[in-house]
C-alpha cells in the first residue's frame, strides 16, 4: 500500500491537517513510528507520544485538540481505532490468496468440495462432510465424520473438528482449535472412575472467531453452543454443554466449568474461572483472575475471588495493603494494655 494523505482521508471520509501529499505506505503503533508509517490516537494514555512520534500521519478524532505543535499530518475521523481496523482489514484483503488442492490431503469418497476451496496439504476430511463456498483449510487440519463447515470459513493449520460438530458462515479458527473433544464426564466408582460417553456435539453459529489453542468440548448430550458473533482468544477452555451469547468476547485462559451459560455481549478478562452449572447474564464486565462461582445476573462490573463490584475489589485491595500498619497499631496498643 502506498497512498498520499489526502488520497487515504478520502478513502477514511476524514479530513488533512498538514502535508497532503505526506506518503503513507505502512502502519505502526505512535510510540514506535517511522517516517511513512500511518499510527493512530484513541487512548488518552497516548496523547504525548503524539509530539514526539515520527509517523507521518496520524488518525485522531475529529476534536482532538492539540496542546503543542505536532510535526505529523493528522487525519480527522469519528472514530481513530475503528478506521484503523477497517484499514487493516482493506489491506488484508488485499494479499494473495491461498487457492487449489495441495498434495498428499485426503477427501472421504462422496464428499463434494467446492470450486474455490484451499485445501492444505495433509488435510483429511472424513465421510459426510458439508463444506461451503469460500472456505480456506490450511495443512494439517482433521475435519471429522458428518462435520458441517459454512460459507467463507478459514481454519488455519492444525485446526481438530471431531465428528458431527457444526461451523457456521465466516468463522476463523486460528492454529490449534480443538472443536468436540470429550467433555470431562467420568462417573465415581468402587475402583476409581468410569468414563461417560460424550454423544453430543459443538455448534458454533455465524462470525465466530476462536484463537490458537482454544478447545470446546463437545456436550454430553445436545450441544455446547457457541453463538453468533463470539470472540474467544488464545488458551481458552470451554467444556461441555457450555452456552456463550451473541458477541461475547472472552479473553485468553479462561476455563468455564461444564453447563455454565453465559449471556450475550459480556466482556470477560484473562484467566477468569467460572464454576459450573450457573447462569451469568448480559452486558457484564468481568476483570481478569476473577472467580465466578455462583449466578450473575446483568450489567455488572466484577472483579476478584470470589467476584464482587469492581469498587468493593478497589476498596479491599486498599485495606489489604493497611492491614501491616494496623497489625502493628494493635500489637502497639496490647503492649500498652498490658
Known amino acids: 500500500m502506498e497512498l498520499t ?10 479530513t488533512v491537517e498538514g502535508d497532503s501529499n505526506v506518503i503513507i505506505n505502512n502502519f505502526a503503533k505512535i510510540e514506535e513510528a517511522k517516517k511513512g508509517c500511518l499510527t493512530f490516537l484513541a487512548n488518552p494514555k497516548y496523547t504525548h507520544f503524539i509530539y514526539t512520534t515520527e509517523a507521518s500521519a496520524v488518525l485522531v478524532r475529529s476534536d482532538f485538540e492539540p496542546e ?28 494473495a ?13 462422496g464428499v463434494v468440495l ?25 495443512p494439517q487440519v482433521y475435519v471429522g465424520d458428518g462435520v458441517t463447515i459454512g460459507d467463507n470459513v478459514t481454519l488455519y493449520p492444525g485446526v481438530k473438528v471431531y465428528h ?32 461417560i460417553a460424550q454423544i453430543g456435539n459443538v ?63 459480556n466482556m470477560i478478562g484473562g484467566q477468569v474461572g467460572f464454576a459450573g452449572h450457573i447462569n451469568v447474564g448480559s452486558r457484564n464486565q468481568i476483570g481478569a483472575q476473577s472467580g465466578i462461582p455462583n449466578n450473575v445476573g446483568d450489567g455488572n462490573v466484577l472483579m476478584g475471588y470470589p467476584a464482587v463490584p469492581a469498587r468493593d475489589f478497589a476498596r479491599q485491595a486498599v485495606w489489604v495493603k493497611k492491614l501491616g500498619s ?13
Open 5 to 14: 494523505a489526502s488520497q487515504l482521508a478520502a478513502l477514511v471520509r476524514g
Open 68 to 95: 503543542k505543535p505536532v510535526s505529523a499530518t493528522l487525519i480527522r475521523v469519528a472514530d481513530p481505532y475503528a478506521t484503523l481496523a477497517d484499514l487493516l482489514n482493506f489491506v488484508n484483503s488485499q494479499m
Open 97 to 109: 490468496e491461498k487457492s487449489g488442492i495441495e498434495q498428499p490431503s485426503y477427501v472421504s469418497e
Open 114 to 138: 467446492p470450486a474455490d476451496i484451499y485445501l492444505g496439504a495433509f488435510a483429511y476430511i472424513g465421510k459426510g462432510v458439508t463444506i461451503g463456498k469460500h472456505v480456506k483449510i490450511y
Open 164 to 195: 458431527g460438530c457444526r461451523i457456521g458462515n465466516g468463522c476463523i479458527l486460528h492454529a490449534g482449535v480443538v472443536i468436540g473433544g470429550d467433555g470431562f464426564g467420568f462417573a465415581p466408582t468402587a475402583n476409581g472412575y468410569e468414563k
Open 203 to 265: 455448534v458454533i453459529d455465524d462470525d465466530v472467531e476462536i484463537g490458537s489453542n482454544t478447545t470446546i468440548d463437545r456436550a454430553t448430550m445436545g450441544s455446547t453452543h457457541i453463538h453468533r458473533g463470539v470472540k474467544l482468544d488464545n488458551l481458552i477452555q470451554v467444556a461441555h454443554n457450555v452456552e456463550i451469547g451473541e458477541h461475547t468476547v472472552i479473553a485468553a485462559q479462561t476455563g468455564i466449568a461444564g453447563s455454565t451459560k453465559l449471556g450475550s455481549h
Open 326 to 338: 494496623l497489625y502493628a497499631d494493635v500489637t502497639d496498643i496490647k503492649k500498652k494494655l498490658q
